[in-house]
DNA sequence: TGAGCCATGTAAATAGTTACATGATTAA
DNA sequence: TTAATCATGTAACTATTTACATGGCTCA
C-alpha cells in the first residue's frame, strides 16, 4: 500500500507520465521508498482502474506515445486518508544485523569485508540523503521547489521543515549505522589479533 | 534466503521443532528477523525436502504429534557459504520517513500523534535488544548459553562479544529514531505553536 | 469441563524481485 | 548511424501477510 501512496505523493504536486515517475524514485521518493520500474507501470494502471488517477495517453513524436497521469479528487481523498491513518509497523528483519550476530562462523577476514562494504554502503546513501538537505538549504532543490509552487507561500517554511527533518533522521540513522560498523571493525580487531594485522580496520 | 539461513542459524546449536522455532522468533533472531508461524512451517519442510534438515516425527501424549528438525552436513555447509557469500543491501523502504515528509498534508495534530506512536514503537523495542544485552553480560542469556554449549571454551569470549555487538547495534540505531521523533515533536511545537498548545511534546 | 497453551498447518492475497522484450526518439 | 536514453511493459518467481482450520495436552 505505501508504494501507491508514495506514487500519489508525487502526482500531488504535478501529473507525470510512468517514466518520469520511475526516474523520480531514483532520486526524491526514492531516497525513502525503492520501486523498480516493472512495480511502477501495473500499480498505475491498476490506481488508474481504481479511479484515483485519471490516464492520458500523449503522443510524441511519429509514431511514440505516453501516458500521463494525474491524480483525481478521490487519489487526493485517498492520499490525505491514508496521511491521517495510523501506521502499522513494520517488523524487524535486518540481514546485516541477523549476520552480524553469527559473525562467529564466518572467517574474521570475511567478517571485517562485509562490515567495510556495509560502511561503504551506508555512506553512500547518508551523502545522498545529505545532499538533500544541502538542496534544500541552498533553495535549489528542484523536487521542493514543485512541491512549492503548489503551496501557499504560508506554507513554504514548514513544507520545507518537513522535507528537512525526513532526511535529518535518516542521515542520523546512517550515522549510528557506520559508528556501529566502525565498533564491529574495532572488535574484529581486538578478537583477532594475528589474522587481521594485515590490514587497518578505518 | 535469510529466513531459511535464520532458521539454519538456530538449528546450527540444537535440534528443534516447528514449534520450538516459531516461538524462538519471537525472542532470540526474532529480534532482528521476524516471520510467522505461517511461513516457517512450510519454509522448514521444504529445507528438508532440499536436504538442508533432517525431520523426525515425535510422538507425544496419546495421540500428539510433533517434528523435530535437525541441521544436516548439507545444510552446514549452506549456512556457512551464505556467511561468506557478499550481502545485497535491501532498498530503502520506510513507511515513517515516507510519511514524515509529507506531514503538512496531515494536521498537526495527527502528525504529532504518529509521532508520539512512533517513539513509543521505538522505545519498546529497543528495551527488548537492551534486554538482552543485559542478559548476555549478566550470564543469564538462555540463547547464548544454548550457543556456548556447542562451541569449545576459548571461543566463548568471541561468540558472546558478536552477539552483543549486533544488539548494541540495534540499541543505538533505536537511540537515533527516538531522538529524531523528538525533533519533529519539537518542530511540530514550533511550526504550530496554537494547535498544539493543549499537548506537551515530551 | 473449560481455558490456555501446544502443535501443525492451508488458502488466498499482496508485495516485491529479476530477467527479459520491444520499440521510438534524440543528439553526436 | 549508432549510442544513449525515453517509454512501456510481461513472465516467472520468491517472499510475506492475513486469516482461518484443526486438534491435542495440561491443569485448575
Known amino acids: 500500500m505505501s508504494l501507491r501512496n508514495a506514487l500519489l505523493a ?17 532520486s526524491s521518493v526514492g531516497n525513502v521508498w525503492h520501486a523498480p520500474d516493472s512495480q511502477i507501470y501495473p500499480e498505475l494502471r491498476r490506481m488508474a482502474q481504481d479511479g ?23 487519489g487526493r481523498q485517498s492520499f490525505r486518508e491514508w496521511m491521517d491513518s495510523d501506521l ?6 535486518d540481514p546485516m544485523h541477523l549476520r552480524a550476530a553469527y559473525f562467529e562462523y564466518a572467517s574474521p577476514q570475511r567478517a571485517r569485508e562485509q562490515l567495510l562494504a556495509y560502511r561503504e554502503h ?13 538542496e534544500i538549504d541552498a533553495g535549489t532543490s528542484a523536487p521542493l521547489a514543485r512541491r512549492l509552487s503548489t503551496v501557499p507561500e504560508a506554507e513554504h517554511h514548514r513544507t520545507a521543515a518537513f522535507k528537512r527533518f525526513t532526511y535529518e533522521g535518516l ?6 549505522e557506520i559508528a556501529w560498523a566502525d565498533r564491529g571493525l574495532q572488535l574484529l580487531a581486538e578478537l583477532y589479533p594475528e589474522q587481521l594485522s594485515a590490514g587497518s580496520p578505518a
Open 10 to 26: 508525487l502526482l500531488m504536486v504535478e501529473p507525470m507520465t510512468g517514466y518520469d515517475l520511475a526516474k523520480r524514485f531514483g
Open 171 to 176: 542521515v542520523a540513522r546512517a550515522e549510528a
Open 122 to 134: 551506508t555512506r553512500q546513501i547518508q551523502a545522498a540523503w545529505q545532499q538533500q538537505i544541502d
Open 52 to 74: 484515483l488517477l485519471e490516464a492520458e495517453e500523449v503522443p510524441f513524436g511519429r509514431k511514440g506515445r505516453k501516458i500521463a497521469y494525474s491524480i483525481t479528487e478521490a
Open 88 to 93: 502499522q509497523w513494520a517488523r524487524d528483519r
